[in-house]
Each structure stands twice: as C-alpha cells, then as structure tokens.
C-alpha cells in the first residue's frame, strides 16, 4: 500500500478536463472495522459544481471526503485534484490549496475575526496590504460589514456569523476547491435556511468546486447540483437532485429522500425544473406568476386556486422566463415517475 | 503585635543591605527553580497530552514525589548533591513541576477539537499548529499551574537557608530558636507579600489570556 501510493507522485494526470475533483477506485479500511469505510469509491465532480455526499451515519461521506485534504489517509485507490494526484503534492501544501470548512466551526477563539481569516494567506506568505484586502472583500462576499465585523472576537458572533466567519476563512486563498463538512448543521433551522441561501449566492458569484457533506436530505436538494448517496461505503446513486427525486435508483435511495410522499417531493423541488418555454395563451396573459426559485408545491397551490392550469415564471427582477404546467406537475408525480420522465432529463 | 511589627521595622532599618541582598537571594532562587520547573514540565505536559498511557504513569510517579516534604528531599540530597544551590534547586523544583506538568496535560487535552481539526484542515504544521493555536488557547491553564508553583516555590524557598544559601528563610531560621517573633517577621512578611504578589502578577496574566 505504502508503495502504490508512493508510486502516485509519478502518477501524470489523465482525468478530463472539467473534472476538478476525481475519486479511483479509493478504497478505505480502518483497522478492526467489520467492512471497508469507503469501498471502491470512483466518481468524478466537475469544475465549479457543488457536489453533496448524502447518506446515514457511518455511511462513509465524511471519511471519502476528508481522504481528499488527507485528514485521512485513502488505503489504496487514487485521488486526483485539479489533474494532480494529491500524494504528489506536500501535505500542507495539499491543504492550503483546499478551503476546509467543519460543523463546529472551528475559529480560532484567541484570534479576532480578521485574524482569522488571514491564516492561510499567512501561512502562504502574502503580503499584509493583500492580505489586509482579502479580508474585507471576503467579509462583504459573507455579509458582514468589514469595519463592524473585523475586530471582533469570535465568541462576540453569533453562530450563524462564525459560520459566515467560517466560510470567509476557508476561501482567504482563493482555493479553488472547498470541502465543507455538515457546515450548517449545528445552527438553528431559521439561521440555516439562511446560511443556505446565501452559500447558493456566493457560489453563483465565485464557482468554487464545493463537495459537501450533510445527512440532511433537505439540505442536499436545494443546495446541490449534484448528489452522490453513500450507503455501506459504497456510491448508490451520483445524480441531480430531481432525478434522485423523480427516478430513484433503489428503495433505499427513495426511502432516504421520501420520494414517495407526492407533497414532500414537490416542496423539495423548484419551479426552474420544470420551467418551459411560453407558449400557453393563458400562462401569457394570466395575472398569476411564480418566481423561478419558488418550490412546487407552492405552485400547485396557485394552479389551484387559479383556476388556470399554467403559471408564468418569473425571476427575481420580476422578468419572465417561460411557464410551468399542470401537465408537468402531473408528470412529476404521478406513481410511476421513472416511466414518465422525458429520457433527455437524465445526466450521469 | 504593633510593637513586634515595629521592631522587625527597625530591625530592616538597621540591616538594611543585609536584608535586600536576603530578598534578593530569596527571589534569586524561586524564579530559578520556577524556570527550571516550566522548561522540564512544560514539553513533558505537552508530550504527555498526546500518550495518555505514558501520562497515567507519569502523573501518579509525580504524585508520589508531591508529598515528599520538600526538607526531607533536602537532606535526601545532600549526601550526593553536597550543601548548595543545586541541592536547594532539585528541591524546589520538585515542588514546582507537578502543578505545571499536570496543568500543561490538561490545558492540552481540554482543547476544542474542532479547533485542531481546522487549523490541521488548513495547513498547518504540527509546530504552526503547536505555537500559533494549541499553546495560546492552553496558556490559560498552563499559567494556573504556574501560579501555584510559584506560591508554592516562593513560601518554600526559606528551607534554603538550611543547606547554607541564605534568603528570607535566614531571618526566620534565626528568629525562631531566639523566640525573636521580630526576626521571625522579618523573613515571615516579606515572604507572605512575594507570595502574593506573584499571584496577583500571574492571575493578571492569566486573565488577560482568557478568550471565551
């Protein structure tokens, strides 16, 4: 084993081009563990995407991630970053070019929040005017305002702001990869919702590859652009969250998600994935309009109480974006969903 | 006890360099000791914290030479050690380590792990980790350890007399056979106010290192 992976600093990269993280056959065994954590693991996250590991407890997620900043060590297999292999890299060099964010936070309680942000831009030597700027830019990006904000202890944050402080620290660098685990899990639901929204906001602006670990199924679905569902260590399902909704490879995929509960299934998903093209004359020219973020459920409320079976789309700006139909919905759920989504709605 | 105290007054007024270069020694050999005991315990608390086994050991062998009265190591030593400063030394630091060793552990080992896990997460080194996070969020314990040393060390250091080395124990030493209460009080007090004194200095210190 120690062989294989010595071997791998030689190892040139031979992953695609988009991939930015890529697990191979990884594989690993703790000591006196009945069955391997991770079992022959091999996916792929593409450049950008935030990817979330799902599964029960002891499923294996937590320990393929951290194989990936070496807080464990894989027992064979190969793990490739940015087309490297990560034993070809010097470990903290590995870790400094990975922004790592954990459930409990983790800030440093003796340092002040600009201090802590500085950590890694320290440890890679920058500059203090450029540091200095760092901090601020990424105090606004998490919303926090710099000169309220810097100075502070973080026992003078409440929890939802450490996170934020958090999520700052992991991404002074500018790595171009973030590995968060169950990041939002320890915070109370109200302030979580909103840590969520505003992750979605900040990876719209910096497009990280962000892999993400959580046991919380809600979580998963409105944050992911894709989902792996790790069960026995081993991958289940690696797909978008409608079609792990809407075509779920097992029972225990199904059972995981609550994919058989019609009015659960439409709250988790949002309008945008069944967003269409207009061409109804009554989604046209109706009065009633739903935002593209909106969830499902939501809009079969306004169809019903409509009256119409169409709802224009709209975005944020109020702009229209296409129609969403009472075909559609029905589609969705109806009993056997994997007979009726359209082929083209699949991806890996 | 007004006329005593103003006799031992008198006595300081009267033997004024004898009694300085007396605290001077007395100081001399406390903070000597308590520097002796950090260097010795404090990387053997930090090593200790990361084996618990070697620590269930250490700290009940540790134990076992906290009760040994400090005078009785004294003249333990003395036939190998002979009369003088080493042997006043091992005494007292004997006397000063266990606090620090014990407290060192626990500072340690009450850390966050949250808080290692980041800063491993982030790319430090196990010495950035060590001198950046570990040891700052431990000193505050670690600095209760060498509070109590250092009381310990300071009130105890009057044994040193015996073995011929001077200090406040002197005034004491001598006042005692005399029933001299004034002498006695001229090594007594002094000693009293550096004992104070380092705990007022130590728990200012340990405050200003407190975070959460």
């Given at each position: 084993m120690a062989a294989q992976i010595a071997e791998q600093t030689k190892v040139e990269p031979k992953v695609a081009d988009?991939?930015?993280?890529?697990?191979?056959?990884?594989?690993?065994?703790?000591?006196?563990?009945?069955?391997?954590?991770?079992?022959?693991?091999?996916?792929?996250?593409?450049?950008?995407?935030?990817?979330?590991?799902?599964?029960?407890?002891?499923?294996?997620?937590?320990?393929?991630?951290?194989?990936?900043?070496r807080l464990h060590e894989m027992t064979s297999g190969y793990i490739y970053i940015e087309g490297t292999p990560i034993y070809a890299l010097k470990l903290e060099a590995l870790r400094r070019q990975i922004g790592y964010v954990i459930?409990?936070?983790?800030?440093?309680?003796?340092?002040?929040?600009?201090?802590?942000?500085?950590?890694?831009?320290?440890?890679?030597?920058?500059?203090?005017?450029?540091?200095?700027?760092?901090?601020?830019?990424?105090?606004?990006?998490?919303?926090?305002?710099?000169?309220?904000?810097?100075?502070?202890?973080?026992?003078?944050?409440?929890?939802?702001?450490?996170?934020?402080?958090?999520i700052a620290r992991a991404m002074a660098a500018d790595p171009a990869t973030l590995l968060m685990d169950e990041p939002f899990a320890a915070i109370d639901s109200i302030t979580r919702t909103r840590l969520q929204d505003e992750l979605l906001r900040i990876q719209h602006t910096v497009r990280k590859t962000i892999l993400f670990v959580t046991h919380d199924v809600e979580e998963a679905l409105r944050l992911a652009d894709e989902i792996v569902i790790m069960q026995n260590g081993e991958v289940v399902q690696?797909?978008?969250?409608?079609?792990?909704?809407?075509?779920?490879?097992?029972?225990?995929?199904?059972?995981?998600?609550?994919?058989?509960?019609?009015?659960?299934?439409?709250?988790?998903?949002?309008?945008?994935?069944?967003?269409?093209?207009?061409?109804?004359?009554?989604?046209?020219?109706?009065?009633l309009s739903i935002g593209i973020g909106d969830n499902l459920r939501h809009a079969l409320g306004l169809i019903m109480s409509s009256g119409s079976d169409a709802l224009r789309v709209v975005d944020e700006a109020g702009n229209p974006r296409g129609q969403m139909t009472l075909t559609a919905l029905r589609q969705l759920t109806s009993d056997h969903p994997n007979t009726l989504l359209p082929p083209d709605g699949a991806t890996t | 006890m007004i006329e005593l105290l103003s006799k031992a007054y008198d006595y300081i007024q009267h033997n004024q360099s004898r009694f300085w270069e007396a605290v001077g020694t007395h100081l001399r050999i406390s903070l000597t000791a308590l520097a002796l005991?950090?260097?010795?315990?404090?990387?053997?608390?930090?090593?200790?914290?990361?084996?618990?086994?070697?620590?269930?050991?250490?700290?009940?062998?540790?134990?076992?030479?906290?009760?040994?009265?400090?005078?009785?190591?004294?003249?333990?030593?003395?036939?190998?050690?002979?009369?003088?400063?080493?042997?006043?030394?091992?005494?007292?630091?004997?006397?000063?380590?266990?606090p620090i060793l014990i407290n060192t552990d626990a500072g340690m080992r009450g850390l966050n792990p949250a808080v290692r896990e980041a800063g491993r997460g982030m790319g430090m080194s196990p010495t950035q980790l060590l001198t950046r996070v570990e040891l700052p969020l431990a000193l505050p314990v670690i600095i209760a350890g060498i509070r109590t040393a250092a009381v310990e060390v300071i009130a105890s250091a009057t044994i040193a007399y015996l073995i011929g080395i001077g200090g406040l124990g002197y005034f004491i030493f001598?006042?005692?056979?005399?029933?001299?209460?004034?002498?006695?009080?001229?090594?007594?007090?002094?000693?009293?106010?550096?004992?104070?004194?380092?705990?007022?200095?130590?728990?200012?210190?340990?405050?200003?290192?407190?975070?959460?």
């Open positions: 988009d991939a930015a993280i890529v697990f191979e056959d990884v594989v690993k065994d703790f000591p006196g563990a009945a069955r391997p954590a991770v079992n022959h693991v091999s996916l792929s996250v593409k450049r950008g995407h935030l990817v979330i590991l799902l599964g029960p407890s002891g499923c294996g997620k937590t320990t393929l991630m951290k194989m990936v900043n459930q409990d936070v983790g800030l440093f309680p003796h340092m002040r929040v600009e201090k802590n942000i500085a950590v890694v831009p320290n440890l890679l030597g920058w500059d203090k005017p450029r540091i200095d700027a760092r901090i601020d830019e990424l105090l606004k990006l998490v919303g926090l305002p710099p000169e309220e904000y810097r100075r502070r202890y973080p026992r003078q944050l409440s929890g939802g702001q450490q996170q934020r402080v958090g690696y797909d978008t969250p409608l079609n792990i909704l809407t075509r779920p490879a097992n029972q225990f995929v199904s059972q995981l998600v609550g994919a058989e509960d019609v009015l659960r299934r439409l709250s988790l998903l949002a309008v945008k994935d069944l967003l269409e093209p207009l061409t109804s004359q009554a989604a046209a020219n109706h009065a | 005991a950090i260097i010795i315990c404090l990387p053997l608390g930090i090593w200790i914290s990361r084996h618990p086994q070697a620590a269930r050991y250490i700290i009940n062998l540790v134990g076992v030479a906290r009760v040994i009265p400090s005078i009785a190591i004294l003249f333990l030593l003395v036939p190998t050690l002979g009369f003088g400063e080493p042997t006043a030394l091992v005494a007292l630091v004997v006397l000063a380590g266990p001598a006042g005692l056979p005399l029933s001299r209460y004034d002498l006695l009080l001229v090594g007594a007090i002094p000693v009293a106010i550096l004992a104070f004194t380092a705990e007022l200095l130590l728990s200012a210190v340990q405050r200003s290192f407190r975070y959460q």
